[in-house]
């Protein structure tokens, strides 16, 4: 209620974590499909280390697009930063779920095509919590409390 300009962005910033965590887990899937997967062989750690980079690169960009949409939709630079922090976060957060997922539902032998539905779940909340975080930690509240009187 205090900042309604990233409430306006909160779509934006729930769509990228689910979209950028659905891809993670669709290469995860593959690779437990075509390397198969059989848990202590370093399978998911080398796959997390080829993951890891490119949810950093991936989460640079975005934020950086994140940041120019807000402050060009006259959204003010604490805005775009609190936005654009949130995007990074989440990106890398999102990525490093979605890999991990599939190994997991993998783990305990359920079917690794339902973990794109709980990611997407999960990148929901995921986004909600960082974006909260990070506006109390960027941004003063716009709206001031009404006082009884």
Known sequence: RAQPVVAMFMLMLVGVGGN????????????????????GHGVFHRHL???????V??????????CGIVWAGEGGPSNAVAVAFSCGIIVVGSVLLGTALPFAFHRFELDTIHSGAVMQVLAGIWAMV??????????????????SG
């Open 20 to 39: 950028a965590g659905a891809q993670a887990v669709v290469r995860s899937a593959q690779r437990i499909a075509t390397d198969g997967y059989a848990p």
């Open 49 to 55: 280390e080829k993951e890891f980079p490119v949810s």
């Open 57 to 66: 690169w991936l989460a640079l960009l975005l934020a950086w697009f994140a």
């Open 130 to 147: 960082v974006t909260c975080l990070m506006c109390s930690l960027f941004l003063v509240p716009t709206i001031a409390p009404q006082t």
